[in-house]
């Protein structure tokens, strides 16, 4: 199967400064990347679609000034949560699309906000 | 508006207990369905895909159906082991969309 990484996977940081959070498609090339946010004991809640070369599209509700996604190659994305606040703290677990049907998920990164 | 939900929400077997995980769906037009492991802290791994067209996929002890009329998927796992401790999650793609849409999780716990 194909292999999707993320890089840190574990971050505390203070509030008030910015993360980055990268997620690299290993094997493949992957046009389409996706970023979910996870709560403990709940699902994951899709954030933002990347698309490689253009403009990320956020879900309703998420700040796109807050959460900036970067797709800059075929095998890379990035998110930068900007001015964290404690209430960022979560699990952030990004995926890969390859072809129509098949998404691949990272092992997500845990952030915590002091 | 999509909505997926499983139930149970928590589920404690013990070993070598047969069981069947339940997930619905309000629209029926859906793409295919996926269920997923999560284990604790850690990213998702894809179990069985299902696609609008099939009935059923079977990977070793484990059996997924789907009634997309119904909206309904089981996720059957034979002989349970300790091992297979951990959070399903499935997931519904839409005929329009890149997305997946995510039910809320069963936790499984597999006594010894």
């Known amino acids: 199967g194909a292999v999707v990484s993320q890089h840190p996977s574990r971050v505390i940081c203070k509030s008030g400064t910015s993360v980055k959070i990268e997620c690299r498609s290993l094997?493949?090339?992957?046009?389409?990347m996706f970023w979910y946010r996870q709560f403990p004991k709940k699902s994951l809640m899709l954030m933002a679609t990347s698309n490689e070369g253009s403009k990320a599209t956020y879900e309703q509700g998420v700040e796109k000034d807050k959460f900036l996604i970067n797709h800059a190659s075929l095998t890379l994305s990035t998110l930068t949560v900007t001015s964290a606040h404690p209430e960022d703290s979560s699990f952030y677990i990004c995926?890969?699309?390859?072809?129509?049907?098949?998404?691949?998920f990272g092992p997500g990164t845990r952030l915590t906000v002091l | 508006k999509q909505e997926v939900t499983q139930i149970p929400a928590a589920l404690s077997v013990p070993e070598g207990e047969n069981l069947v995980l339940n997930c619905s769906f309000t629209?029926?037009?859906?793409?295919?369905l996926q269920w997923f492991r999560q284990d604790p802290g850690k990213g998702l791994t894809s179990l069985l895909l299902i696609q609008s067209s099939q009935r059923e996929q079977t990977s070793g002890r484990l059996n997924a159906s789907l009634d997309k009329s119904s909206g309904r998927s089981t996720l059957y796992i034979a002989a349970s082991q300790p091992g297979d401790s951990a959070t399903y999650l499935c997931?519904?793609?839409?005929?329009?969309?890149?997305?997946?849409?995510f039910g809320s999780g069963t936790r499984l716990l597999v006594r010894p």
């Open positions: 629209d029926s037009a859906i793409y295919n």
């Open positions: 995926s890969a699309r390859r072809g129509w049907d098949e998404q691949f």
């Open positions: 094997d493949f090339q992957a046009t389409t």
């Open positions: 997931a519904v793609k839409m005929d329009s969309s890149y997305k997946l849409i």
